[in-house]
């Protein structure tokens, strides 16, 4: 049974595809049984055409990944997760919905690359992919199944200081 992650933000367009996107990749490559989601409070209903651009410029697949509701994984019969994240700030101050499970819940903040200025948007969605891919490494590392809830949410905090 996989290792459920659920990464939100509010429009679930571009950090939270993004991390979802480099979570499930690096997991394939290093055959880890970890899989992540992704959704968002206020989902703008399409991925930012730069987050899907730079995922395809590192070669990594972007078929079937969509901007969607936090309800998806509200339900009794959505994947039950064991981790969930916030990567943007105005999540994280939202009143999360009750997830089924209670998975361990922590903040990895980075800026939106959205409101770099024109001439470096493609940089600053480039630099956040990166900068969240090296962050998905390192939960990859974590034994995700032996940990308790508090030594994982400690390991997952150590890893936002990163």
């Not at 049974?1 to 679930?12: A, D, G, K």
């Not at 939270?16 to 970890?34: C, F, I, P, Q």
């Not at 470096?120 to 990859?140: D, N, P, V």
Request: proline content about 8%; charged content about 20%.
């Amino acid at each position: 049974m996989p290792i459920n992650v659920l990464i939100l933000c509010t429009h679930n367009s571009a950090r939270s595809l993004l991390a979802e996107a480099m979570l499930n990749h690096w997991a394939a490559k290093l055959g880890k049984d970890v899989r992540a989601y992704s959704a968002g409070s206020a989902p703008s209903g399409r991925p930012n055409p730069r987050a899907l651009d730079v995922l395809e410029g590192a070669g990594i697949s972007t078929s079937g990944y969509r901007s969607k509701s936090w309800d998806e994984f509200a339900s009794a019969d959505a994947p039950q997760m064991r981790v969930v994240i916030t990567v943007c700030d105005s999540a994280a101050a939202e009143t999360c919905p009750y997830w089924p499970g209670s998975p361990v819940q922590v903040h990895w903040g980075y800026p939106d690359p959205s409101n770099a200025p024109e001439p470096e948007k493609k940089a600053a969605f480039e630099l956040t992919r990166q900068a969240i891919g090296y962050r998905m490494l390192q939960l990859l590392q974590l034994p995700l199944d032996l940990l308790s809830d508090a030594e994982l949410r400690k390991a997952l905090e150590t890893i936002s200081q990163n």
